[in-house]
């Protein structure tokens, strides 16, 4: 169980009330919230609010989809390593990061965002012709995000880019869309 002091900054489990701890008692808590009305809860209704410098985000993102492939030739060959890009890439929030429960609906499209640039570079970079990028179905937000940025990668960098709907028998109905690079 959490110990908490006056002056900590606190949020109610299961609600979006905030504030900070002005009076404890062994089973209950009284709270200023963030309107300056005083509230109490049990204990175990009220957890620690961490600042947001405590939330580190991250601006590198691992693509957790590389494979590492070894190229083994001969006795006389030298071992190489080799990355391979992948052909799709999930960007499932829990595909990308460990731990999401502290991040909100806006990082976590910017991080799903900075994984789908990344990971249409690498695959120009690479010279594939083909590549998926599974966003799923949800709300279409993602999806949205991701077709203005192929059509502002398309009319502003002149690359040659065609994208649709992924095959619904491997990706399902719109979950996924295929991007084919013309050059």
């Not at 006795?75 to 829990?94: G, R, S, W, Y």
């Not at 609906?105 to 010279?127: G, H, K, P, S, Y």
């Amino acid at each position: 169980m959490q110990t908490f002091r006056i002056g900590d900054s606190v949020a109610v489990l299961h609600d979006t009330i905030k504030g900070k701890v002005v009076e404890l008692s062994s089973s209950s808590v009284r709270i200023e919230d963030e309107d300056g009305f005083l509230r109490s809860y049990p204990l175990n209704k009220v957890v620690l609010q961490q600042s947001k410098e405590d939330y580190k985000i991250e601006s590198k993102i691992v693509a957790k989809d590389r494979v590492v492939a070894k190229q083994v030739l001969s006795k006389n060959t030298m071992v190489k390593n080799i990355v391979k890009t992948p052909a799709e890439i999930d960007l499932h929030i829990e595909e990308l990061r460990e731990y999401t429960t502290h991040l909100t609906n806006f990082e976590i499209v910017q991080i799903q965002m900075t994984a789908c640039r990344a990971f249409v570079q690498d695959a120009l970079a690479a010279r594939l012709k083909k590549i998926v990028v599974i966003h799923g179905k949800g709300e279409g937000v993602l999806k949205s995000e991701i077709h203005q940025y192929l059509d502002r990668l398309a009319n502003g960098s002149g690359i040659q880019l065609d994208y649709y709907d992924a095959p619904y028998n491997e990706y399902g109905m719109g979950g996924a869309t295929t991007i084919s690079f013309n050059n």
